[in-house]
């Protein structure tokens, strides 16, 4: 075994390394440097510029990410095919670098005014990213588990920022422990994997499983491993973690963990399940059948009982998971698979926008109201209406409500799960519509609050955002609608629906 590996690594050694590939993660190597070496210069007046350096740092990585979708021809495979850069990973690497920046207008001000330490939280903001990044082209269970705790280590720090808050130290604490329990489940999944299979390689385990004749440890393996990332998307019952989490840490480090982490989740998840267990599909689709309809529908039950709005989108988080989850219960069923790789795809582009915009309005109101509660946005029009169509028009958009992102990425999922045609996919589809009604109660009964509500304590004086919420606002919005409107430039972009036959090979 060792002398296997041994062996395996001497490919990696190969002098042919295609560096252009590992631009953008390359790009993020260095800005994680350049930020840390900027604190250990500037003055404490002088730190708000570290936001505006992690910035250009993020959006030098975007452009790599652009210019290699653009001249790329075909996928890149680096070392023996376990790093691979695709339109897959490409998409879904923009993705990351694109939340992330809206999420450091988000934090910036909040950051300078809140007294917090901002050159290491850039630093690990990076950090956390550049795993992200790499768990898109990661193709071996190795690469995906050190992906995953590069981002997830950060994360725990970046949940406890708040340190003179006793909610913020038990939202670390809470993640932190929790993370570790289903680091060991993921990492003890993919041992009993590597010991059956004799491989750490997707496509060399997918190989190996590809027949169905399973014996009972390549159950457990499947069942560890999809249990493992379950805690990454809060999946019901994995999600015990995220509303103390999401409510105790920072808003922006909360919209971070909302989008960017959960889809990290889904990309290792759709990667293992696409690549390595085509074979095992009845043993994962039942699995996430039960996920999906139990996060859903817990998710927007307890969402139903909030009173502060950011618990409220955590457990609004915890159900749209069920949403993203639902096509995968039948990836493996005789095509479905494009239909469900592209529905998941399309419905985090689209749900990365909606959330964090909604994050962001909330940011802009909780300056001025300094409270939580859902009944502090009553009258909101009245003062701010900008503010109060711009959460109007994100909170339609996670309803499911047309002509916003939402509601195609919603139907994309609806479609992929109906086009299964088995009694399995029909019930399914019957929850989820039940709770696309659900959701949308508790989203209209902010909207209500919002638009026909007085004022608390009659304070109608204009909400003063600054300048980076403004901008971030700008960029969900636009997002929102315009993929909306025009739902063909997620659908179709990249080339989706050629990586299944890619993973297939």
Known sequence: ?????????????????????????????????????????????????????????????????????????????????????????????????????????????????????????????????????????????????????????????????????????????????????????????????????????????????????????????????????????????????????????????????????????????????????????????????????????????LALRQTNIVRMLAYSSVSQGGFILMPLAFAGEPGVGPAALNAVIVYLIAYAFMNLGAFAVVIAVTRKTRSGEISSFGGLFSYAPGLAVAMTIFFASLAGIPPLAGWFAKFNAFKAVLDAGTTAAYVLAAIAAVNTVIAAAYYMRVLRVVWMDEAPDGDTSPVKSPAPVVAALAITVLGTIVLGVLPNLIARAGAIDALTGAFAG
């Not at 808050?165 to 993921?186: D, W």
């Open 1 to 301: 075994m060792i002398a296997s590996l041994l062996a395996q690594a001497g490919d990696w050694t190969s002098p042919s390394i295609d560096w252009a590939a590992l631009a953008p993660e390359i790009v993020l190597a260095i800005g994680v440097n350049i930020i840390l070496l900027l604190d250990l210069q500037l003055a404490e007046t002088k730190k708000w510029a570290i936001a505006t350096i992690t910035g250009f740092v993020l959006l030098g990585s975007f452009v790599a990410v652009v210019v290699l979708a653009v001249t790329g021809d075909g996928a890149r495979s680096l070392f023996d095919g376990r790093y691979v850069v695709d339109d897959y990973a490409l998409i879904l690497k923009a993705l990351f670098l694109l939340a992330a920046y809206v999420v450091v207008l988000l934090s910036q001000t909040e950051l300078e005014e809140g007294g917090y330490y901002q050159g290491e939280f850039y630093v690990l903001l990076v950090c956390s990213v550049l795993g992200m990044v790499m768990m898109a082209s990661a193709r071996d269970l190795v690469s995906i588990f050190v992906a995953l705790e590069l981002l997830s280590i950060p994360a725990y720090m970046m949940a406890a920022w708040n340190k003179r808050n006793r909610k913020s130290n038990e939202a670390g604490i809470k993640y932190y422990l929790l993370g570790v329990f289903a680091s060991a489940v993921l990492l003890y999944g993919m041992s009993l994997l590597f010991g059956a299979t004799g491989s750490t390689k997707l496509t060399d385990i997918g190989a190996a499983l590809l027949d169905g004749d399973l014996i009972g440890l390549d159950v457990v393996a499947v069942v560890f491993v999809v249990c493992g990332f379950a805690f990454k998307i809060s999946a019901v019952p994995f999600h015990q973690w995220a509303p103390d989490t999401y409510e105790g840490a920072p808003t922006p480090v909360t919209a971070f963990f909302s989008v960017a982490t959960k889809a990290a989740g889904f990309v290792a998840l759709m990667s293992v399940v696409f690549i390595a267990f085509p074979g095992a599909d009845g043993v994962y689709q039942p699995l996430i059948w039960v996920m999906a309809a139990l996060t859903m529908t817990f998710g927007n039950v």
